[in-house]
């Protein structure tokens, strides 16, 4: 799955922002690049305070991406290639500019008045709680027209919808069904732990509690998976959870929530092989039995992998992601090492600090990157020369060409695809070691960690194997699983004799 920033990825109409006709265009890209489904982050109308996570319009297309026109033909063109598109759905607030809100805020006697979270203030003056806002400040602002405060999550801009009312709850729902009817493949739910709140420290008896309670909200989830299911969608959610029980809990108590609980383990973690093995370990055994499992190394909201672990790991992080059991999703540009941009005061769009990982896809090294023929929105990295498309395709030992190389090769091996997973011990701490394995095809996957080079021995396998592909791309040998060397931070994929 590859998760594609429709502002950053390719403007064909020259107003410096990505747009639709930019996804079709490349599209083919994709498709060598071997991907089978793109999940497109929000592309509706919005009002841009979070960029596109403040609908105003949750069924039609923002002009400055296109119409509806080129989004069906984006689909028509990606399934055309068996490529599925999976859109992002933003139930917990919407903009402050959407009809649905400005009509709730027209006056304490709005029908709508009960679709978004108001509260009086508190006997004394002030906020009803003390709930924070993820962005920061308090979760409540005041509205001076009706006398009451209003909750939002996120930004003040991003009022929390009341899913307490089955009429927003009806309305939503549609809205689904809306994007459904027209083929899409499912959607990424987005912040989805938001629905329900946890109360910090506010006094109960001045707040009308509308926020809903664990099962209530596990109600809605399965409610989502039904409509998704009746098309044969997937649905992703979005927790941001740590915490690996209440991450399981995402999948429903009999899988009948998200088929894909987002999964953020990797992405801020101490990179080290014992610690990435306990993560994985970890994940595969609360695993409920039948739950497909996903992986990613980056998103929209954090650094850049390599920044966020150092360059020397963009190899080795690339075949954990494409060796691992459960859906990998790869980050747009992680694919050629896309770096944070360092973004100049004057030129800040995202008010918290997002910039740097979402700047324009570099294609080629020309001043835009091939991304737009005028200054784009966000800068482009200056890294460009070396880390663009180009470049890199025409390279066979690439990060770009090991990306390609990895995704072929797991989607022609049931094993890497399907099989299990079991980690296995090897003599050097600085290496992490799994079989994958189905119908007795084995693959072992070694990634030596270090900026030495390792010789290990893999422990309870003495056979021989075969050196299918180096993190170096410069080895393809048969190899002796008691003394195998890896050089720093090479990763190997071995297939491992049937005996062995
Ligand atoms: C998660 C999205 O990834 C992030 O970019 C956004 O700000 C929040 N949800 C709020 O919608």
Known sequence: MYHLYPYSFMDTNGDGIGDLEGIIQKIDYLKDLGIGAVWITPFFPSAWEDYGYDVTDYCDIDPRFGTMETFLRLLFEAHRRNIKIILDFVPNHTSNLHPWFLESKSGRLSPKRDWYIWADPRPCGGAPSEHQSVFGGSAWEFDSSCGQYYFH?????????????????????EVLHFWLKRGVDGFRFDAVKHLSEKFLGYDSSSFPARVLTEAERQDIFREWRKIVDSYGGVALGEGWETDLSKW?????????????????????????????????????????????????????????????????????????????????????????????????????????????????????????????????????????????????????????????????????????????????????????????????????????????????????????????????????????????????????????????
């Not at 999550?153 to 729902?173: H, I």
């Not at 030495?452 to 194997?465: A, F, N, P, R, V």
């Open 248 to 500: 399981i809990k995402y999948y429903g108590d009999n899988l009948d929530a998200f088929h894909l609980p987002l999964n953020f383990f990797l992405m801020k973690t101490d990179w080290q092989a014992s610690n990435i093995r306990k993560i994985v370990d970890e994940v595969e055994a609360a695993l409920p039995r039948g739950a497909w499992a996903n992986w990613a190394l980056g998103n929209i909201d954090i650094s850049r992998f390599s920044d966020r672990y150092g360059r020397e790991f963009e190899r080795l992080g690339a075949m954990l992601l494409l060796t691992l059991r459960g859906t990998p999703i790869i980050y747009y540009g992680e694919e050629i090492g896309m770096r944070d941009t360092l973004i100049p005061k004057d030129r800040t769009r995202d008010r918290w600090g997002r910039d740097p990982e979402r700047t324009p896809m570099q294609w080629n090294d020309s001043r835009y990157a091939g991304f737009s023929s005028v200054e784009p929105w966000l800068p482009v990295h200056d890294n460009r020369k070396r880390v663009n498309v180009r470049a890199q395709d025409c390279d066979p030992t690439s990060l770009f060409s090991l990306y390609k190389k990895l995704i072929l090769l797991r989607k022609s091996h049931a094993a890497l695809q399907k099989g299990d997973y079991r980690s296995v011990g090897t003599s050097s701490e600085s290496c992490f070691a799994y079989i994958r394995g189905v119908f007795g095809q084995r693959f072992l996957v070694v990634l030596n960690f270090s900026g030495e080079t390792q010789y290990i021995k893999i422990e309870d396998l003495d056979s021989e194997g075969l050196i299918l592909l180096s993190t170096l791309l410069d080895r393809e040998e048969a190899c002796d699983l008691s003394r195998l060397s890896l050089r720093p931070y090479e990763g190997c994929l071995v297939e491992m004799a049937s005996d062995g």
């Open 153 to 173: 999550y996120f930004y003040k801009e991003q009022p929390d919808l009341n899913w307490r009312n089955p009429e927003v709850r009806r309305a939503m729902n």
